[in-house]
């Protein structure tokens, strides 16, 4: 039973067709972690588009593997798009940081990716 993600959105999704999962669970390794070092490298650099960019193209799979992080996501996505150069979002986008290596780890584990 994974601890850091759910399938139940997957398995709906897929049909409960298992290739089709694990095909997601590979899009999932292969995009994810990569747009969360965007986000980990441009939110201290200010890049606002960077930041918006990178958070607004995950939000589709955090929320369809469940990682229990949209919400600090949409503040870092948010802080991105209207440029809130006023506001702090490093707290939400450790939690989006540390909810996708976890999930990230995981799936490998139990995919065997």
Not at 9 to 18: C, F, G, I, L
Not at 48 to 65: G, R, S
């Amino acid at each position: 039973m994974p601890q850091h993600y759910k399938l139940d959105r997957v398995r709906e999704m897929a049909d409960n067709d298992e290739d089709f999962v694990m095909a997601l669970a590979a899009a999932f390794i292969e995009e994810v972690p990569a747009d969360a070092e965007r986000l980990r490298v441009a939110v201290p650099e200010g890049d606002f588009y960077e930041t918006y960019q990178a958070a607004h193209k995950m939000k589709p799979t955090i929320e369809l593997f469940e990682l229990g992080v949209y919400d600090e996501l949409i503040v870092v996505q948010d802080w991105g798009k209207f440029e809130q150069s006023d506001k702090n979002v490093d707290e939400e986008l450790q939690k989006v940081i540390t909810a996708v290596e976890n999930a990230t780890n995981e799936i490998k584990s139990d995919f065997g990716l």
